[in-house]
């Protein structure tokens, strides 16, 4: 059986939902089982084996209850649970191209369990996507991405508490291609 590289276990449908909940959290099955009711409980159990295994996640408590163990996991490292340049550097174009595929399918998911609410009100709930064309040298485009991550960093590492909703936020950055001069 071959080894699922570290990019194809971070893009799992449900492991990426798990790694979402835990980002600057501590949680049990149980209480990812909470946030998430769609997963099937053997599911759950499953990926979070999985994301052990790869490091991904980690045991960081365990807590006796009822005669048996309830394990709190959590990102001990953020980077393990992204995919980092090295990693994008070695995938060939098809690689590429299911990476992007996989990412825009979790988006989509992440969208069609917004919108399966009954009461949703796109407005008050501050959803928005776009797409906008920009024209920009390299110097302009590396000021405006450090902007962005500053902004960025801003609220990434809130922790979830009364009063604040956890909302995904996601970017693409696709160059055109380059033109002979």
Do not use: C, W
Request: charged share 30%; aromatic share 6%; no cysteine.
């Amino acid at each position: 059986m071959m080894k699922e590289s570290t990019v194809d276990v971070i893009l799992h449908p449900v492991r990426m939902r798990i790694i979402q909940y835990l980002i600057n959290q501590k949680l049990t099955a149980q209480q990812l089982k909470e946030l998430l009711p769609d997963i099937p409980q053997a599911s759950m159990y499953r990926n979070l084996k999985k994301l052990v295994e790869t490091e991904v996640i980690h045991i960081v408590d365990e807590i006796p209850n009822r005669g048996t163990v309830e394990k709190v996991y959590s990102i001990h490292n953020p980077s393990k649970a992204s995919i980092g340049p090295d990693d994008l550097n070695k995938l060939s174009r098809d690689e590429h191209l299911s990476l992007f595929i996989k990412f825009m399918a979790n988006l989509m998911g992440e969208y069609e369990r917004y919108l399966s609410q009954e009461h949703i009100d796109l407005v008050s709930d501050g959803v928005t996507f776009r797409q906008a064309s920009i024209y920009v040298t390299e110097d302009e485009h590396l000021e405006f991405i450090k902007e962005l991550s500053t902004a960025y960093l801003k609220v990434i590492n809130n922790e979830p508490k009364k009063g604040r909703r956890r909302r995904t936020f996601a970017t693409i950055m696709i160059p055109e291609q380059m033109k002979e001069q």
